[in-house]
C-alpha cells in the first residue's frame, strides 16, 4: 500500500517562504510522477505542480510560476515544494498525489494516492 504525508505547513505572511514536504511509503517510489494539489474552502482542488519520475520534467498551474519550485529525491522517498513570494490566494490545504504515470498529469482524478495534506495560511 503506498501511503502519503505531508509536512511543514504554517502561518506565514505575504511575501514569505514556505517548503512543504511529503514523505512516501511503497517502492518504487521512481516509479511515480509527484504532485502537489491545493484545495482552499468551498473551491475545487486546484493543481499546483509536478515532476515526472526521474525528475527531468516539471509543470506548474499558472498562479505559482516563477514562486514555487517542485524537486525530488528520489534515495529518500521524498517530494518537495518550495514557495516563495507568498500570496493570500495560496492559502490552501495542500495535498501530495502521486500515480504510476510517465508524464505529469494535471488533473486530480489521475492521481490514485493521496496525502491527508497540510494546511498553508497566508496572511496579509
Known amino acids: 500500500q503506498v501511503q502519503l504525508v505531508e509536512s511543514g505547513g504554517g502561518l506565514v505572511q505575504a511575501g514569505g517562504s514556505l517548503r512543504l514536504s511529503c514523505a512516501v511509503s511503497g517502492r518504487p517510489f521512481s516509479r511515480y510522477t509527484m504532485t502537489w494539489f491545493r484545495q482552499a474552502p468551498g473551491k475545487e482542488r486546484q493543481f499546483v505542480a509536478g515532476?515526472?519520475?526521474?525528475?527531468?520534467?516539471?509543470s506548474y498551474g499558472d498562479s505559482v510560476k516563477g514562486r514555487f519550485i517542485i524537486s525530488r529525491d528520489n534515495a529518500k522517498n521524498t517530494v518537495s515544494l518550495q514557495m516563495n513570494s507568498l500570496e493570500p490566494e495560496d492559502t490552501a490545504v495542500y495535498y501530495c498525489?502521486?500515480?504510476?504515470?510517465?508524464?505529469?498529469?494535471?488533473?486530480?482524478?489521475?492521481?490514485?494516492?493521496w496525502g491527508q495534506g497540510t494546511q498553508v495560511t497566508v496572511s496579509s
Open positions: 515532476i515526472n519520475r526521474n525528475g527531468g520534467s516539471t
Open positions: 498525489a502521486a500515480d504510476d504515470t510517465s508524464v505529469v498529469f494535471t488533473t486530480s482524478s489521475m492521481y490514485d494516492y
